[in-house]
């Protein structure tokens, strides 16, 4: 399934609830007493004067599959209407080496996760009947983690806060149309 074709209101109801039961069985005592076992991260960047920057990161994690992200920063391209860049998301067979799946990601991925990391957060750490929550920015992550914190809870009052009035309204009024059973207020 293409996301970034799908409705976001309808993909995003589909994926989050899954990212988040996925990473909400770790027990935080997992977390501090892990020992690492994959070897750090390393990106390799080349920059261009003329086409921004080539970023490669390999795998988080060793097993099957293998991960990759590749992305393509470019200054400036936001005042042409354009994302700053781009980038996908491969998969490798960890036996044969070869591709097993390529998406197409300008960033889409990181957000949903952490929209979800955000929103096993909350589960971890509100009480299970909070109702009312404050979002903090007017931009992708903040909706993102408002959708993903009424997901886990049963918020029925949402503030939202910018730093310009006009865009935490707009963001509000989006969150209260695609939200029926929410308030959604600016702040």
């Known amino acids: 399934m293409d996301l970034r074709r799908a409705h976001p209101r309808r993909r995003w109801?589909?994926?989050?609830p899954k990212l988040a039961d996925?990473?909400?069985?770790?027990?935080?005592?997992?977390?501090?007493?892990?020992?690492?076992?994959?070897p750090g991260r390393r990106s390799r960047c080349c920059p261009s004067p003329t086409a921004g920057t080539h970023t490669s990161r390999p795998p988080a994690c060793p097993g099957p599959p293998l991960p990759c992200q590749d992305r393509?920063?470019?200054?400036g391209e936001r005042a042409r209407g354009l994302t700053e860049g781009g980038g996908f998301v491969a998969l490798f067979d960890a036996s044969t080496g070869t591709v097993t799946a390529v998406r197409e990601d300008e960033h889409h991925l990181s957000d949903l996760r952490t929209a979800a990391a955000g929103a096993v957060c909350?589960?971890?750490?509100s009480r299970p009947d909070s109702t009312r929550a404050t979002i903090l920015g007017t931009g992708r992550q903040a909706e993102l983690q408002a959708r993903a914190l009424t997901l886990v809870r049963p918020v029925r009052q949402l503030r939202v806060w910018g730093r310009r009035h006009r865009r935490a309204a707009a963001l509000a009024d989006r969150l209260g149309q695609d939200l029926p059973h929410v308030d959604v207020t600016p702040g």
């Open 72 to 75: 393509q920063l470019v200054p």
């Open 122 to 125: 909350a589960r971890a750490l």
């Open 22 to 38: 996925a990473v909400a069985p770790i027990h935080p005592d997992e977390i501090s007493s892990a020992t690492p076992k994959a």
């Open 13 to 16: 109801r589909k994926v989050a």
